[in-house]
């Protein structure tokens, strides 16, 4: 049984910082691609990162040069660093496991966490 458990969100200031981490079990994390999705009230789930098995990173446009995709196999966990934080990053942030990453293309697995709140907000 696949289990996917995020954790770190909360309230914080425009041009804050905040660390997520998804811890998994179930599935085999050292060869896993891992995404980070949001979704904001009123909009669709967008994919924020996604790390492959070699560590290969792909970031959506709006948070490129801010946010930082990491993963540590020894703790089955992915990290999620956000910096530079603004209100329109607000949204539940959610982290999926084990999807397929190909050609730079990242496609979800059934493997969800609950998600965690981020708001940006002073």
């Known amino acids: 049984q696949v289990q996917v458990v995020e954790s770190g969100g909360g309230l914080v200031q425009p041009g804050g910082s905040l660390r997520l981490s998804c811890t998994t079990s179930?599935?085999?994390?050292?060869?896993?691609?891992m995404g980070w999705y949001r979704q904001a009230p009123g909009k669709q789930r967008e994919l924020v990162a996604v790390?492959?098995?070699?560590?290969?990173?792909i970031y959506a446009d709006s948070v490129k040069g801010r946010f930082t995709i990491s993963k540590d196999n020894a703790k089955n966990t992915v990290y999620l660093q956000m910096n530079s934080l603004k209100p329109e990053d607000t949204a539940v942030y959610y982290c999926?496991?084990?999807?397929?990453?190909?050609?730079?293309?990242?496609?979800?697995?059934?493997?969800w966490g609950q998600g965690t709140q981020v708001t940006v907000s002073s």
């Open positions: 999926n496991a084990a999807g397929t990453f190909s050609s730079g293309s990242y496609y979800s697995s059934p493997h």
């Open positions: 179930g599935i085999i994390f050292s060869i896993s691609a």
């Open positions: 790390i492959g098995r070699r560590a290969t990173t």
